[in-house]
């Protein structure tokens, strides 16, 4: 009976084989479709820190004075004292002082130089002197004064939930140093119903400091937010809710907690679709860990001429991510991320899996990721490799088979985007522009190929239908008004995108591009909104999208 039953199912499918070797499967457009939305429901709800920026006022120093009576020749400079070796690159601040003829004015200035050096890297403690020399032999001798933590506590008994351990990277007996202060506010900032602050007090020793944190919990730590829009697919749903419940620090550690599920709404057909995610995040000073698992599944009813055949599919994705803060000061921070995940899919029909169809696939992912601060212009780039491996009972891809693809091979993928605020007619504007790309030198699953068309790709498209490829490019550009300073903005957005690489070989074309115009906003502290319509500007012939592509998506915080 089974063979029976699997031999309709395979005429009803006309021929899994040659299903199996299509450029895009109609399964592999939907976990695609659903991977997109997975990014973006993790771009809104993962942790995130307010960004602390500590700013001292710049100190401008004049020029050297000339014709100082007496005065001495400055040949060398030297830096003596406690740690003063991790301090040498103080003195190119005064490298302007080596020949000179300086006097009592001009020394003063020499050391000014390389104490503002000092503070603008964050030491605000640590101070730079001069004791009495002999000037004689043209040698200028500093001697360093480092600034040290003394103690570090809570400026008032806190609630038990507070936590300085692994909010602070500095410890008692450190160089006081503002980029650790800043780490640690945004550390227990990352965690929305907290508010902190850090303040330097002296100590009762010499040279030290306190850091006396000031630490309250503003609201309930636990928040549930309600969704809705119509970013589904027709075909499993097009109307989507999901619930998210956050949890702010759930073991009092500054960690962050949530879970949403969501399903389709709305429609009654012989469709559906469910999904499921938990994220959890927990810092450690400049180091972060995170896990997220999210699973996916769908189903629809295919009508053939004998029988309704009932498709079914599932995907689950694992993944832990480690960041290490690298490199900041006042302007930039310097992120790397490592991270490992599994993924597994399976499709059935009636019940009974098409094995040939199963994924089961793992790998590494290492990047860079840099914020930069322009003035008032914010630049974000990332850039990562990555690559998938045997690990975790990986499974051989399907389309390994027929050459057509491997789940086992590099992947460079990076993005860049520039938010530049500006003012006109007396009114705030932004423009914000990005790029994403990806490159693969080999053929790569449907999966890990760069899609395009849709609202989170190519706007002006509905995303039925996609082009993808193994390597790609899109371009996402926003001109937007926040309507009378109300925290309404009213956006056009204009996007291009190009896949090319094996995948894309029997597509129609290489290349979209579309136009939205759209008002996104907040009402009452606690609803947001996102309205839009779009139109394609440029699609190849036999790519099928209507004239104009609308959409919403609100969401609830209860």
Same mark, same amino acid.
């Given at each position: 009976?089974?063979?029976?039953?699997?031999?309709?199912?395979?005429?009803?499918?006309?021929?899994?084989?040659?299903?199996?070797?299509?450029?895009?499967?109609?399964?592999?457009?939907?976990?695609?479709?659903?991977?997109?939305?997975?990014?973006?429901?993790?771009?809104?709800?993962?942790?995130?820190?307010?960004?602390?920026?500590?700013?001292?006022?710049?100190?401008?120093?004049?020029?050297?004075?000339?014709?100082?009576?007496?005065?001495?020749?400055?040949?060398?400079?030297?830096?003596?004292?406690?740690?003063?070796?991790?301090?040498?690159?103080?003195?190119?601040?005064?490298?302007?002082?080596?020949?000179?003829?300086?006097?009592?004015?001009?020394?003063?200035?020499?050391?000014?130089?390389?104490?503002?050096?000092?503070?603008?890297?964050?030491?605000?403690?640590?101070?730079?002197?001069?004791?009495?020399?002999?000037?004689?032999?043209?040698?200028?001798?500093?001697?360093?004064?480092?600034?040290?933590?003394?103690?570090?506590?809570?400026?008032?008994?806190?609630?038990?939930?507070?936590?300085?351990?692994?909010?602070?990277?500095?410890?008692?007996?450190?160089?006081?140093?503002?980029?650790?202060?800043?780490?640690?506010?945004?550390?227990?900032?990352?965690?929305?119903?907290?508010?902190?602050?850090?303040?330097?007090?002296?100590?009762?020793?010499?040279?030290?400091?306190?850091?006396?944190?000031?630490?309250?919990?503003?609201?309930?730590?636990?928040?549930?937010?309600?969704?809705?829009?119509?970013?589904?697919?027709?075909?499993?749903?097009?109307? #989507?809710?999901?619930?998210?419940?956050?949890?702010?620090?759930?073991?009092?550690?500054?960690?962050?907690?949530?879970?949403?599920?969501?399903?389709?709404?709305?429609?009654?057909?012989? +469709?559906?679709?469910?999904?499921?995610?938990?994220?959890? +995040?927990?810092?450690?000073?400049?180091?972060?860990?995170?896990?997220?698992?999210?699973?996916?599944?769908?189903?629809?009813?295919?009508?053939?001429?004998?029988?309704?055949?009932?498709?079914?599919?599932?995907?689950?994705?694992?993944?832990?991510?480690?960041?290490?803060?690298?490199?900041?000061?006042?302007?930039?921070?310097?992120?790397?991320?490592?991270?490992?995940?599994?993924?597994?899919?399976?499709?059935?029909?009636?019940?009974?899996?098409?094995?040939?169809?199963?994924?089961?696939?793992?790998?590494?992912?290492?990047? #860079?990721?840099?914020?930069?601060?322009?003035?008032?212009?914010?630049?974000?780039?990332?850039?990562?490799?990555?690559?998938?491996?045997?690990?975790?009972?990986?499974?051989?891809?399907?389309?390994?088979?027929?050459?057509?693809?491997?789940?086992?091979?590099?992947?460079?993928?990076?993005?860049?985007? #520039?938010?530049?605020?500006?003012?006109?007619?007396?009114?705030?504007?932004?423009?914000?522009?990005?790029?994403?790309?990806?490159?693969?030198?080999?053929?790569?699953?449907?999966?890990?190929?760069?899609?395009?068309?849709?609202?989170?790709?190519?706007?002006?498209?509905?995303?039925?239908?996609?082009?993808?490829?193994?390597?790609?490019?899109?371009?996402?550009?926003?001109?937007?008004?926040?309507?009378?300073?109300?925290?309404?903005?009213?956006?056009?957005?204009?996007?291009?995108?190009?896949?090319?690489?094996?995948?894309?070989?029997?597509?129609?074309?290489?290349?979209?591009?579309?136009?939205?115009?759209?008002?996104?906003?907040?009402?009452?502290?606690?609803?947001?909104?996102?309205?839009?319509?779009?139109?394609?500007?440029?699609?190849?012939?036999?790519?099928?999208?209507?004239?104009?592509?609308?959409?919403?998506?609100?969401?609830?915080?209860?």
């Amino acid at each position: 009976m089974e063979t029976v039953a699997r031999g309709k199912i395979f005429v009803g499918l006309a021929g899994w084989a040659v299903f199996a070797i299509q450029p895009v499967q109609a399964d592999d457009q939907l976990f695609i479709h659903q991977k997109q939305q997975q990014q973006a429901l993790e771009q809104r709800l993962e942790a995130k820190a307010p960004t602390v920026r500590l700013k001292r006022p710049d100190a401008l120093l004049p020029d050297y004075p000339d014709n100082e009576h007496p005065c001495f020749t400055i040949n060398a400079l030297r830096l003596e004292g406690d740690t003063a070796g991790r301090f040498q690159w103080a003195l190119e601040s005064a490298e302007g002082a080596k020949g000179r003829c300086l006097g009592r004015q001009g020394i003063l200035l020499a050391i000014n130089k390389v104490q503002n050096a000092i503070l603008a890297k964050g030491y605000v403690t640590t101070r730079v002197m001069a004791q009495e020399q002999d000037l004689t032999q043209g040698v200028l001798t500093l001697t360093l004064h480092p600034g040290r933590i003394a103690n570090i506590h809570f400026d008032e008994p806190a609630s038990w939930r507070g936590r300085l351990w692994n909010a602070m990277p500095a410890a008692s007996g450190d160089i006081l140093n503002l980029r650790d202060i800043e780490q640690a506010l945004e550390n227990f900032k990352r965690v929305p119903s907290a508010e902190a602050d850090i303040k330097i007090v002296p100590s009762q020793q010499e040279a030290t400091s306190d850091l006396l944190v000031s630490w309250k919990e503003s609201r309930l730590p636990v928040r549930l937010s309600l969704s809705l829009d119509d970013s589904g697919a027709k075909s499993t749903g097009r109307y #989507l809710g999901s619930a998210t419940l956050a949890i702010d620090a759930p073991f009092a550690q500054n960690d962050l907690f949530y879970a949403n599920i969501g399903k389709d709404f709305f429609e009654h057909g012989p +469709f559906g679709n469910r999904s499921r995610t938990i994220n959890y +995040f927990f810092p450690l000073g400049y180091w972060a860990f995170s896990a997220n698992h999210n699973d996916y599944t769908y189903h629809q009813n295919i009508a053939e001429v004998s029988q309704v055949l009932t498709y079914r599919g599932k995907s689950e994705n694992t993944q832990f991510t480690v960041s290490r803060l690298l490199f900041r000061n006042q302007s930039h921070k310097t992120t790397l991320n490592m991270r490992v995940f599994r993924r597994h899919s399976t499709n059935a029909v009636n019940g009974i899996e098409m094995k040939q169809q199963r994924r089961r696939t793992a790998g590494w992912e290492l990047g #860079l990721s840099q914020r930069s601060y322009l003035g008032n212009v914010t630049l974000d780039a990332n850039t990562n490799w990555r690559r998938g491996t045997g690990a975790f009972g990986a499974l051989r891809a399907p389309e390994e088979a027929y050459h057509e693809g491997s789940a086992r091979t590099g992947i460079a993928l990076g993005d860049v985007s #520039l938010n530049i605020p500006f003012a006109w007619g007396k009114q705030p504007w932004r423009y914000y522009t990005s790029v994403r790309w990806q490159w693969s030198p080999h053929p790569l699953t449907p999966q890990d190929r760069m899609s395009i068309a849709g609202r989170y790709t190519v706007r002006g498209f509905d995303g039925e239908q996609m082009l993808s490829g193994e390597k790609g490019l899109l371009w996402r550009n926003e001109l937007a008004w926040n309507v009378l300073s109300r925290g309404h903005e009213l956006y056009w957005a204009t996007d291009y995108g190009r896949v090319d690489g094996q995948g894309a070989r029997h597509l129609a074309g290489h290349q979209l591009a579309g136009s939205a115009l759209g008002i996104r906003g907040m009402l009452w502290g606690r609803f947001h909104y996102d309205l839009f319509a779009g139109v394609p500007l440029y699609k190849p012939k036999g790519f099928h999208t209507p004239g104009v592509s609308s959409g919403f998506s609100v969401n609830l915080e209860i």
